[in-house]
């Protein structure tokens, strides 16, 4: 973003409190989170934390989680809640291997993270000692950095250096340290190796604008696709103005893992099919596409033939380099989405005529008649009528997710939230971390009762923490998207339900309330009890809901 600090390590020297020096690199680290505001610790620690983390000084926040993977979740939601690099403590091997999916996760939604890996004494790392870890490449190419300083008294230079790493980079960036690091002396009174502030300019020049702008011009019919990075408030404006100077119709991507444009917006025209032949009907009446901060496509299961029909061009505005160099479009900027969008309603020429649209709606269930089950569609239409417009809903419902994206508009930046990797896991303690990051907002999860399980120990830490989101699971005791795909194959699958789990007792297990529901005007009780002061919620809640699969 133009102008914008990714990092501030305001007078990064190695001092202790009162400006003394820091007596040993356990606390010149200190002092170094502190100037990066990296105050709260998401952790499940082990042995090789222990000299880090006893007596941790009480301006600095420990977050316990009962598993590495809902450690990252929860810093992955704090992260992009805050729109700041978070930190997470792990364990050596076992804590880093945990954590692996996570951490994809965490680098595939752009979510800054400074991960600090515990590690054997490195007086016996050659002999491989008990809890020696190969860390290096156990998380695979996820993160945007490894180091292992080759000092102890360079740890407090290297978690300066993973900070903007994960700023710039947008994932996580991983730093090993030794246990016996933290009592070594503090390093020499000198800087610390790192930017004290490091600044991005993502304006685009301007006659790159001015290409794009004649690009759009030439254009008979133009269209747009958004996508996670245009969901800011800065994106959402610059995007609605755009739409209307040209009267385009906007589709957000596949998969998204967030919104990118107000749905309830009468230029909404729908999210696109991750399939090919239905992408290429969806944009059939465009002549060229263009994605801001969003992939040109995202799919799912292979299908032949071309992303879009012959003739129909593609561009794509991107702040991420990767996603522009595997793009397939005929022309390309990376800069900040949101500023280039501003410089094209100034070089574009407005279009006359009726917008399209309206693009159709699905209409309302009807409540189910006595003896029927409740259906997706129900809880998503209760909950579309009830959720305050400044909600955030995270999703990890894979079997109804079309149906809630059908039926739930994100209307303001943040409003949705899901796992753009598409691995299992992250919404419980992601919906945790969000919460922290923005108390004063609404939080809601809607997950599948099998997704809840990947991460169900989360609930001990908000109820520990006092979250106050709302967790809505979708209990139809199978895995039903993949039910569905084996019965795409006409051949039987060889798992089977798993009907008799209690959701419900699992979360009041863990000190959080919790409520079973069956009947379509339990429900709506229970959401008119809940929603109108959730912002203000001081405990998590559960609502476990029997649905149809």
Known sequence: MAGESVGTARGATVAGNGGTPAPTVREATFDVLRTLGLTRIFSNPGSTEVSFLAGLPDDLEFVLGLHEGSVVGMATGYALGRGAPAFALLHTTAGLGNAVSA??????????LVVMVGQQDRRQLAQEPFLAGRLHGLAGEYPVSVDQPVRAQDVPGALVRAYHAAATALGPALVIVPMDDWHAPAPEAHEVVGPERLLRAGAAAPEAVEELAAWLDDARSP?????????????????????????????????????????DHPLFAGHLSPGRARLREML??????LAVGAPIFRQYAYEPGPLVNPGTRLALVTDDDAEAQR???????????????????????PREGPPPGP???????????PGEPLRAGHVFDALAARLPADAILVEESPSSRPELHARVPARVPMGFLSAAMGGLGFALPGTIGVRMALADRPVVAVLGDGSSLYAIQALWSAARYRVGALFVVMANGRYAIMDKLAANTGKPAPWPAFDTIDIAAMARAQGCEAIRIEDHADLLARLDE??????????????EIAVAP
């Open 103 to 112: 951490l994809a996760t965490a680098r595939v939604n752009r979510a800054p």
């Open 223 to 263: 269209a747009f696709v958004v996508g996670a990075g245009a969901d800011t408030r800065e994106g959402w404006d610059a995007l609605v103005a755009l739409a209307e100077h040209l009267s385009c119709p906007v589709f957000t991507e596949a998969f998204g893992a967030r919104a990118g444009f107000p749905q």
């Open 284 to 289: 059939a009446a465009h002549d060229a596409i």
């Open 327 to 349: 793009s397939p479009s005929q022309l390309t900027i990376v800069a900040e989405p949101s500023a280039v969008c501003r410089g094209l309603v100034a070089r574009t020429a």
């Open 359 to 369: 693009f159709p709606k699905p209409v309302p269930l009807e409540p189910p008649a």
């Open 530 to 543: 809940v929603l109108p002061g959730l912002a203000r919620r001081d405990s998590p809640i559960v609502l």
